[in-house]
């Protein structure tokens, strides 16, 4: 069967991939929408998406760097991307500068993503899992973003400044020495 043939790009595992990116995708839309809620359910999908593809990929012998490559594609776009344009633009930004500061903390924050998954691919074998990340895995790194998004529209922090710091701080966490269990 095609769908369990390694050499087919739209294997199970790649297709469960797919389904992962058309999430993200369909989150920026609602999130240009102003459906917040919505798109972080389908972040959520795509989270539960991008660990059932790896899981199948290795269950099934499915891994290859098509499949990697792929798989980091959907992470840029699902947990790099999208929950920047979340956070962003639910903060209620006052000022053309203080736009431009936030603004240019999550393109830091976007670029610190990117290179934390390229990073990733220089590293890793096709099928090989280690024991632990080297820096906050992207995925995380959204889920500390939409706590984030809860705290600011709770108006527990109500700065979009502060929240642009703690998101610098997530940022450098991506490229860190830190050691995080893989899951």
């Given at each position: 069967?095609r769908?369990?043939?390694?050499?087919?790009?739209?294997?199970?595992?790649?297709?469960?991939?797919?389904?992962?990116?058309?999430?993200?995708?369909?989150?920026?839309?609602?999130?240009?929408?102003?459906?917040?809620?919505?798109?972080?359910?389908?972040?959520?999908?795509?989270?539960?998406?991008?660990?059932?593809?790896?899981?199948?990929?290795?269950?099934?012998?499915?891994s290859?760097?098509?499949?990697?490559?792929?798989?980091?594609?959907?992470?840029?776009?699902?947990?790099?991307?999208?929950?920047?344009?979340?956070?962003?633009?639910?903060?209620?930004?006052?000022?053309?500068?203080?736009?431009?500061?936030?603004?240019?903390?999550?393109?830091?924050?976007?670029?610190?993503?990117?290179?934390?998954?390229?990073?990733?691919?220089?590293?890793?074998?096709?099928?090989e899992?280690?024991?632990?990340?080297?820096?906050?895995?992207?995925?995380?790194?959204?889920?500390?973003?939409?706590?984030l998004?809860?705290?600011?529209?709770?108006?527990?922090?109500?700065?979009?400044?502060?929240?642009?710091?703690?998101?610098?701080?997530?940022?450098?966490?991506?490229?860190?020495?830190?050691?995080?269990?893989?899951?």
């Open positions: 069967m769908l369990f043939d390694k050499d087919n790009r739209f294997n199970l595992a790649n297709l469960i991939t797919f389904g992962n990116i058309a999430c993200g995708v369909i989150a920026m839309y609602l999130i240009n929408k102003g459906a917040f809620f919505e798109a972080i359910v389908l972040a959520w999908i795509a989270g539960a998406l991008d660990i059932a593809d790896g899981k199948v990929a290795r269950r099934f012998g499915l290859t760097e098509f499949g990697i490559q792929l798989d980091s594609f959907a992470d840029f776009l699902s947990f790099v991307i999208m929950p920047s344009f979340l956070l962003f633009f639910s903060l209620h930004i006052e000022s053309p500068s203080q736009e431009l500061f936030v603004g240019i903390i999550f393109i830091i924050y976007i670029v610190s993503g990117l290179r934390r998954l390229v990073e990733f691919n220089l590293k890793v074998d096709a099928g899992v280690e024991r632990y990340f080297e820096g906050v895995p992207t995925p995380l790194g959204a889920i500390l973003l939409w706590i998004y809860l705290l600011h529209s709770y108006d527990i922090i109500e700065s979009p400044v502060v929240i642009a710091l703690f998101v610098l701080l997530i940022a450098r966490s991506l490229n860190s020495r830190l050691r995080i269990p893989h899951p």
